[in-house]
């Protein structure tokens, strides 16, 4: 079942690999690093508050307009069931099966 | 999520109402969730469970890349090794694309940055609450941190629940279904087929609209969303890969902090 070279490590591959890791690593820890050494003014705080929400909103925002009428209105789904339920799972659930139904009908 | 919630409450409310009367006496109620974190294996079966159903969308997303890392020239071994030290899906899958014999492991690797960038505005706004964790414990978790379960901890940490290892709990769940995707994906290549037949390549996208509902603060949101929103858009037009995340981040908070001073 296992192909021939299915388990190859190339060395330079895996440097490649370790090396797109360690970056990854760095970004993930760094933006929290750097923020415990520095004396965060009140202006400042106010623009850490309003990231969580924006950074929210920048992923959704092309990913929408990137899809359809299908995307839409299941999105449309995820906001009402959320809204009304504060659900989180049945909110997910709603919003793939409606994008589902939605996709076969459009 | 709602048997999680079923015993949750019992669990976590008690140190917290304690903390609240005794200390600030709710004039700031951030610093006084804060000052609650709590670390223990109950806040990482908590964050594990309630990542599960996301956890399985990002599976989605693991499949289809071991199929693309195979197709790109990936041992299985290889594919795997990535999934399981870079967990970072769309950086990986942008790197098998941009995988080519000589491997250009400078690009690979800058792009790789250059996709990820996001991840530091992301950690910092988890800040508040990492914050009154050790470092091993709080670099430890930031190191799982993906998109998807960002949020939820997100969303987690700002209800005021002080589980500080929900960051962790999440993390391991992404990172056990990208891993276990991903061997999936490499070695049973075209079986499975489009991930998006099941609607699972919507999950993302669900899980932000869903997290958007509950960070709304009503009108003084208006403003910085409005300005992520246009940044973003505009920015994703214009630039290739994921700039677009980082530049509308940080354009509402620079408007926010010019609004702050008047």
């Not at chain 2, 969303?155 to 002080?162: A, D, F, N, Y």
């Not at chain 2, 079986?191 to 699972?200: C, F, K, M, T």
Request: proline residues 4%; contains cysteine; aromatic residues 6%.
């Amino acid at each position: 079942m296992v192909a021939d070279g299915a388990l190859a490590l190339e060395p330079l591959v895996v440097g490649t690999i370790l090396a797109m890791a360690l970056v990854t690593a760095l970004t993930k820890v760094g933006g929290f690093w750097l923020l415990r050494r520095l004396e965060v003014s009140d202006r400042l705080e106010a623009g850490l508050s309003v990231l969580p929400g924006a950074i929210v909103i920048a992923i959704l925002g092309p990913e929408l307009a990137a899809g359809g009428p299908a995307e839409w209105g299941a999105a449309g789904v995820v906001l009402l069931v959320m809204w009304r339920t504060e659900n989180i799972l049945l909110a997910l659930c709603g919003g793939v099966g409606a994008v589902v139904v939605f996709r076969a009908l459009v | 999520m709602s048997e999680i919630d079923g015993n949750g409450p019992a669990e976590d409310v008690r140190p917290r109402d304690t903390r609240d009367d005794s200390a600030d006496g709710g004039r700031e109620a951030a610093d006084g969730d804060a000052a609650a974190v709590t670390f223990d294996r109950e806040g990482i079966r908590a964050g594990f469970l309630t990542c599960l159903p996301v956890a399985l969308g990002v599976g989605g997303y693991g499949i289809a890349f071991g199929m693309l890392a195979r197709r790109a020239g990936l041992s299985v071994a290889e594919a795997t090794l990535m999934s399981a030290t870079v967990l970072a899906g769309a950086a990986q899958i942008v790197a098998v694309e941009l995988w080519a014999e000589p491997i250009p492991v400078a690009t690979v690797v800058l792009t790789t940055l250059a996709i990820n960038l996001r991840y530091s505005l992301m950690g910092a706004a988890l800040g508040p609450w990492l914050e009154r964790l050790s470092p091993s414990r709080s670099y430890g978790s930031l190191v799982l941190m993906a998109d998807e379960n960002w949020a939820l901890t997100m969303r987690e940490l700002k209800s005021g629940s002080g589980r500080g290892a929900f960051l962790l709990g999440t993390g391991l769940a992404i990172w056990v279904f990208w891993v276990a995707a991903t061997i999936v994906g490499a070695a049973a290549g075209g079986v499975i087929g489009d991930p998006a037949r099941y609607g699972l390549d919507f999950v993302l996208a669900a899980v932000f609209v869903a997290l958007a509902v509950d960070l709304w603060e009503g009108r003084p949101t208006l403003v910085p969303w409005l300005v992520a929103l246009a940044t973003a858009v505009v920015t994703a037009a214009l630039l290739p890969g994921r700039w677009y995340i980082l530049l509308g981040g940080l354009a509402a908070a620079a408007v926010e902090v010019v609004r702050h001073g008047r």
